[in-house]
């Protein structure tokens, strides 16, 4: 029996919402004779905290473990996951759980004046194409410090005044989460 992902997503749902949280993905993975759930889940506006992670593990497993029929046969190891900072964004659910955050596009063909790297605000997904707000020219700087060459550091430029862009998906390489810079008054990164 195949587990049902749209199922497994509606309960790790009905167990994140009440925490303040999202489901981005479920995914099932075998390796080797161990199979794996993982949940990534997020908090808009704030950060998951590893107590985040237990807390949802906790009460998905003992919902999973009383559904009957069971929604996953035989023995998994579930694992709930952060989405990490600068997660590559797939699916249309991510597109519309990430709405609203800030975004680096790489395309294949230049988008006039922005070029093919850029930066805006993601409103979502609608009919195949990327929605931006206020895109911005996202440029590689080089540099030298002390002699040595510096890695790359992405340096936005506010060169164009576009309200919002839509970007055709075929025409993307990579949608990518922006970290955002973290306040004075916040503390560290748990996860």
């Known amino acids: 029996m195949q587990p ?11 167990v994140s919402a009440p925490l303040g949280l999202s489901v981005v993905e479920a995914r099932l993975s075998q390796q080797g004779k161990q199979r794996s759930l993982e949940v ?4 808009k506006g704030g950060r998951i905290a590893l107590n985040d992670c237990e807390q949802v593990s906790r ?11 069971p929604v996953i046969e035989g023995s998994f190891l579930l694992e709930v996951q952060s989405p990490g900072i600068d997660r590559k964004l797939k699916s249309e659910r991510e ?35 990327v929605v ?11 540099g030298k410090k002390g002699g040595k060459k510096q890695s790359s ?35 560290p990164l748990d996860i």
């Open 4 to 14: 049902n992902l749209d199922r497994i997503i509606d309960l790790a749902e009905q």
């Open 40 to 43: 990534t889940i997020y908090r």
């Open 59 to 69: 009460q998905l497993e003992e919902l999973l473990d009383g559904q009957s029929p």
């Open 95 to 129: 597109f519309q759980v990430f709405a609203g955050q800030p975004v680096e596009v790489k395309t294949k063909e230049k988008i006039g004046e922005l070029g093919f790297e850029l930066k805006g605000k993601l409103v979502g997904m609608d009919k195949g194409k």
């Open 132 to 142: 931006l707000a206020q895109p911005t020219i996202l440029k590689t700087a080089q």
């Open 153 to 187: 550091i992405a340096v936005a430029a506010s060169t164009s005044t576009l309200e919002s862009l839509e970007i055709e998906i075929e025409k993307v390489i990579h949608v990518r989460l922006v970290p955002e810079e973290p306040k004075a008054d916040e503390p």
